[in-house]
């Protein structure tokens, strides 16, 4: 087999992002709030100085400030950058570095409230559900129209014995007022809210508290940092191309370091692509927080995921006796397609998708790692000391032949990836080494629906045939796929309750 991966010069059209916290705008027209982001809240500070912290922050270097959550700051410069802005602390009465991501607006819009996520349904019932939280946690967030406020609220089944999510569509009335049932109208959200937080009157529980918020990762200023502020704590795995570590930087944040065995890729191309990787921001990313590139071996340092790779995960977790159901299949399965859909948007291909590059988080929930890297490792590495590294089985058939790798391509490699997941980590194609595979798949040859451990859905096996489909045009887009499996999700639980 000749040189697999060639050159390719896909690069993200647009990764800014702003969301737009004014009420009105978010509602009249709510395309504005950018879904799977991080709240970063200001677009522009020129006429919104004060703000206030949504979580605590500790300074990760001398020139940061720390906060606690509610602490109010005025930003006194946003740097022209959207991560790290100065601020002075209103009681403190100092300056320093914030990471912007971890404030908001200081004022009574809706999207500035603790109770406000922007979370789609299934992640409100993520976070809801998550250990720590009491019946009657509760969040307020967008529709899935866009167009109306959802209460979502933590409840617990006495006959199942579970702890369960129910969802409330707050309709509006026309002078602007909000309410779940037409006995009672508030005339705001906050009105509203203080009503249930006292009587619980239809809904399931009495509000008790605010669903805490994901934290999320704190960009790094510099992407080229320096190796003796990096220390490597303790070895988590390791790859073809080097080994994994537990680390920290600057004796402050806990990180995961990748270390390239010399000559696996050139510096100065890696350079490169990481300002366009660390430019790259979604919730279902891994985040390339820095790298160390001056000499080898090169250091690529990400956020950190706790409970490591979906392979080892899905592995492990097939004989355990609370092993995941169909329904946690699908919904790893959406969250992927989440990831992968932010990258068809910025027009950047992956590459070398597959269970071994999704990695799962301390919340059980899964994010898209090493996308890009693939392109960048040298021909030889691939094909060098007799044995091919190059992912074959998860490889399309025109990827493979003629280098055209393209978001299709990560397609179909998607698809393997179900089947990955519906097998609790099975090596696809188990009947075959991997280099008939491609001969295979070129006369036509598709993987049967998996019957065991547990039963595919036929709905599940169809994608997957989808994705495999010969003609990259047909295959579905990473956009239908996330519909396709939200709605896999909701249509399988009851919707509203009124
Ligand atoms: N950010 C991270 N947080 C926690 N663990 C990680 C992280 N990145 C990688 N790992 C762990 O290190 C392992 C090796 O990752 P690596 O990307 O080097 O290899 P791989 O994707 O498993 O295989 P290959 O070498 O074929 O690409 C992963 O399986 C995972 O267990
Ligand atoms: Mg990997």
């Not at 919730?283 to 706790?306: F, G, H, K, N, S």
């Not at 004989?319 to 299949?329: A, E, F, G, I, N």
């Not at 490792?377 to 003629?402: C, H, L, M, N, S």
């Not at 049967?448 to 010969?470: F, H, I, R, S």
């Amino acid at each position: 087999m000749g040189s697999l991966f060639g050159k390719c010069c896909e690069r993200p059209t647009d990764t800014g992002k702003t969301i737009d916290l004014t009420d009105s705008l978010a509602m009249s027209n709510p395309d504005q709030t950018e879904r799977g982001l991080p709240p970063v809240p200001l677009n522009g500070i020129c006429d919104i100085l004060i703000v206030r912290a949504l979580y605590d922050f500790d300074a990760i270097t001398d020139e940061d400030l720390s906060f606690k959550k509610g602490d109010r700051m005025k930003v006194e410069d946003d740097l022209q950058s959207n991560d790290w802005w100065v601020a002075y602390h209103l009681v403190k009465k100092i300056s320093g570095y914030i990471p912007s991501n971890y404030v908001t607006k200081d004022d009574n819009s809706i999207q500035a409230q603790d109770w406000w996520h922007d979370l789609e349904r299934k992640d409100a019932e993520i976070q809801l559900l998550l250990p720590g939280n009491i019946t009657g946690t509760y969040l307020v967030r967008l529709a899935s129209d866009r167009k109306s406020y959802v209460l979502s609220v933590r409840d617990y089944d006495e006959k199942l014995h579970l702890p369960m999510v129910k969802h409330y569509r707050l309709r509006t009335i026309d002078n602007g007022g909000y309410y779940i049932t037409p006995k009672h109208l508030f005339s705001d959200l906050f009105e509203l809210l203080d009503h249930y937080r006292s009587f619980s009157e239809g809904l399931c529980q009495r509000l008790i508290r605010v669903c805490p918020k994901e934290r999320p990762v704190v960009h790094f200023r510099e992407l080229e940092i320096n190796r003796e502020a990096v220390v490597l704590i303790k070895k988590l795995d390791s790859g073809c191309f080097g080994d994994v570590y537990l680390g920290k930087w600057n004796n402050s944040v806990n990180v995961a370091i990748k270390t390239l065995k010399a000559g696996t890729m050139s510096c100065d191309d890696f350079v490169e692509e990481a300002r366009t990787m660390h430019m790259l921001r979604h919730r279902r990313l891994v985040q390339l927080l820095a790298v160390c590139t001056r000499e080898e071996p090169i250091y690529i340092i990400t956020e950190l995921m706790d409970k490591g790779s979906l392979l080892n995960y899905l592995r492990d977790n097939k004989s355990s006796t609370d092993r995941l159901k169909v329904q946690d299949l699908i919904e790893i399965a959406a969250q992927v397609s989440d990831g992968m859909k932010y990258l068809e948007n910025c027009k950047y291909v992956h590459r070398d998708l597959r269970a071994a590059n999704i990695l799962v988080a301390a919340n059980k929930t899964v994010k898209v790692a090493d996308f890009g890297l693939a392109r960048l490792i040298k021909d030889e590495v691939y094909e060098g000391q007799g044995r091919v590294r190059f992912p074959v089985k998860w490889t399309a058939p025109e990827a493979a032949f003629q280098h055209r790798f393209s978001t299709k391509s990560d397609v179909w490699s998607y698809g393997v990836l179900l089947y990955e997941i519906i097998t609790f980590g099975r090596v696809p194609y188990p009947e075959y080494p991997g280099r008939t595979v491609l001969l295979n798949i070129e006369k036509g040859y598709r993987m049967p629906k998996p019957t065991e451990p547990v039963g595919c859905p036929d709905a599940y096996y169809e994608v997957m045939l989808q994705c495999w489909n010969k003609k990259p045009e047909m295959r579905p887009t990473f956009e239908y796929l996330f519909s396709y499996f939200n709605d896999f999700l909701v249509a399988s639980e009851h919707s509203y309750l009124e």
